[in-house]
């Protein structure tokens, strides 16, 4: 959702808590899948943050990204090794480094530290990381202004709430989680100033940067409790911005029969979750793409700039909202043109949408 965790985030951020494949278990980066055998090949190393390959979110995004660049180049190699605790943030980094991988691609602002610590212990070598800027020049940041587009959700959520209450809540309140809800909530807020309306945002407090919060991103269960408890406040959309965790809250949507339904972040939850009919969207953060261009660049010797790295936002398409999916004849026409129309005025500027929490 940590993106961080831009994501990790997704989102990011969000799922199975560690249900990885069983290729996917090794100890060391050495025993994972798709490691490459041939001397001559481009060499890209993800390692995960602790949500898993299989989070459903910025961990399953980033992965995207790899093989997408590796079907539009076969010389490029990838792997991944797992991360289960942040103890092995700095382990599985340097075993890449002593793999000689050509690019090693940390996922999650919560692995910017080790990240750092490792690249400046190896300035020749190049990294990248989802959803942080470093000091390090060899550490290519790709980051995204998910506030713009969850701006856009913050407006959706409120024209389609009944019960005139919606809320959001995080895994932990780190930059990649807050922009999120930052965006979300001041989307809710241009919805009544437009409209003149009262509809009531739960779970965050953008004045004062307090609200509620996991503090896991993989534990389903402690979504669930959080989420239940934003349902017995009155809410009946909610945006989980937690990983892994999240799935507690899709899950527990898709079970109450239409009482309440969730939009997803980081990657289309109709497509990566089991729980499309409780999602009305996603907001979505293009880690795919961002990921696919850098490493093809570096494969063909281009120059990756640290500065000023990868910014998604609505004009790039860098960030966005995935389609409405079993919600599309459910959302009024009226209120699909208004978001289209809130969607260009964002990408053109003449709306403007602000959070301390936008990458700078």
């Known amino acids: 959702m940590r993106s961080v965790r831009g994501m990790r985030i997704a989102s990011v951020f969000a799922v199975g808590g560690l249900v990885l494949s069983a290729a996917a278990c090794g100890e060391a980066p050495e025993d994972n899948n798709n490691a490459g055998s041939g001397d001559k090949k481009y060499s890209a190393c993800m390692v995960t943050d602790v949500g898993g390959i299989d989070d459903k979110s910025f961990n399953t995004s980033a992965w995207q ?35 000689k991988c050509d690019f090693i691609l940390a996922v999650g602002g919560l692995m910017g530290n080790a990240t750092s610590k490792i690249a400046k212990a190896n300035p020749n070598q190049q990294f990248g990381i989802v959803d942080a800027k470093l000091p390090e020049t060899n550490v290519y940041p790709m980051q995204f202004d998910t506030a713009q587009a969850a701006f856009l959700a913050g407006y959706l959520a409120a024209g389609m709430t009944k019960t005139g209450v919606v809320g959001t809540y995080g895994a932990v309140p780190i930059q990649p989680v807050r922009i999120f809800m930052d965006g979300f909530t001041d989307g809710v807020a241009h919805y009544n100033k437009t409209k003149g309306k009262t509809v009531k945002a739960i779970g965050w407090d953008k004045a004062t940067q307090e609200g509620s919060f996991t503090n896991s991103f993989e534990k389903q269960d402690e979504g669930k409790k959080v989420s239940d408890t934003l349902v017995a406040q009155g809410a009946d959309i ?123």
């Open 238 to 360: 909610i945006m989980p911005v937690a990983g892994g965790a999240g799935l507690g809250t899709t899950a527990a949507a898709k079970a109450s029969g239409g009482k309440y339904s969730a939009i997803w972040v980081d990657v289309d939850g109709c497509e990566s979750t089991s729980d499309c009919s409780a999602i009305l969207t996603t907001v979505e953060k293009n880690i795919p793409d961002a990921v696919k261009d850098a490493v093809v660049k570096a494969a063909n010797g281009e120059k990756l700039s640290h500065d000023p790295g990868f910014l998604g936002n609505l004009a790039n398409n860098g960030v966005g909202l995935a389609p409405y999916h079993e919600f599309d004849s459910k959302v009024p026409a009226e209120l699909k043109a208004e978001i289209d129309k809130l969607k260009a005025d964002i990408a053109a500027g003449t709306v403007k949408v602000t959070s301390a929490a936008q990458p700078k």
């Open 65 to 99: 990204g790899l093989e997408a660049a590796k079907k539009a180049n076969d010389n490029i190699d990838i792997k991944y090794v797992a991360s289960k605790a942040e103890a092995d943030y700095e382990v599985n980094l340097t075993q890449y480094v002593n793999q």
